[in-house]
């Protein structure tokens, strides 16, 4: 199911929006509608990838694991390190499946920089996304993890522009997406295939959400070491 939700429908989602808009023009440097649909599909699933972290550490609550490593003195900040490189590599396979369905199946056409710039611009922007599944994960009752997950992925993934154009928003959606994570995640990957000035407020807002949430989760941690060492 994992597989399914991160990389198949994503890359269904793409290939079924571009059939139905994706051979527009989209004024932007000659680029077709499709190039940015793809961008945003492969954005949506790897924010569902990055928002599984959380899923991992429900199943290590739920077994004892994160007990015994709280137990033994385990750092937050290693834990929060290793879990992070973990699913930031999980996050991969979403990323080059809606590409390369781009690529061999809908005719994309970029040169390799702006492939790589692209690929490399989304990957980057999944870490503040991961440390919010890791911190569901941590915050939340087991039960409860997975419906947060859930809709916290739908209501950032429309909200932030992923599944529909952001000059269609009212002004105060626009307003609102221009605070998420989602939003600026789609931007900087059109930035890496159009190239210019870097968005130095998107830079920033995803800046901000890492720090705040990498803060986040090491206090969690601590909350569970506590709880761990009194029993």
């Known amino acids: 199911m994992f597989v399914f939700f991160t990389v198949a429908l994503p890359v269904l989602m793409f290939l079924m929006f571009n059939q139905i808009f994706g051979q527009e023009l989209s004024g932007e440097d000659g680029q077709s509608v499709g190039t940015f649909i793809m961008v945003r599909m492969a954005a949506y699933g790897g924010l569902g990838a990055a928002l599984n972290a959380g899923a991992m550490i429900q199943i290590e609550r739920a077994n004892g694991w994160l007990r015994q490593l ?45 492939l790589l710039r692209s690929l490399l611009a989304l990957w ?8 919010m599944g890791l911190g569901i994960g941590l915050a939340l009752k087991p039960s409860a993890v997975g419906a947060v997950t859930t809709i916290g992925m739908m209501l950032l993934a429309v909200a ?5 154009p952001y000059d269609m928003f009212p002004t105060w959606l626009q307003t609102v997406a221009r605070f ?18 870097l968005p130095m407020r998107g830079v920033l807002t995803l800046a901000a959400w890492t720090l705040g949430l990498a803060i986040a989760c090491a206090m969690l941690l601590r909350r569970a070491a ?3 060492s009194r029993r």
């Open 124 to 131: 980057v922007g999944m870490v503040p996304l991961v440390l």
């Open 160 to 164: 932030g522009g992923l599944w529909f």
């Open 70 to 114: 709280m137990v033994a003195g385990l750092q937050p900040r290693s834990f929060v390190v290793g879990k992070l490189a973990a699913a930031m590599v999980v996050v991969l396979p979403a990323l080059f499946g809606v590409f390369l369905a781009g690529i061999l199946l809908a005719g994309v056409d970029l040169s390799g920089p702006e």
């Open 226 to 228: 506590r709880r761990a």
């Open 180 to 197: 998420l994570p989602t939003y600026w995640l789609g931007e900087l990957g059109t930035w890496g295939i159009l190239g210019g000035d």
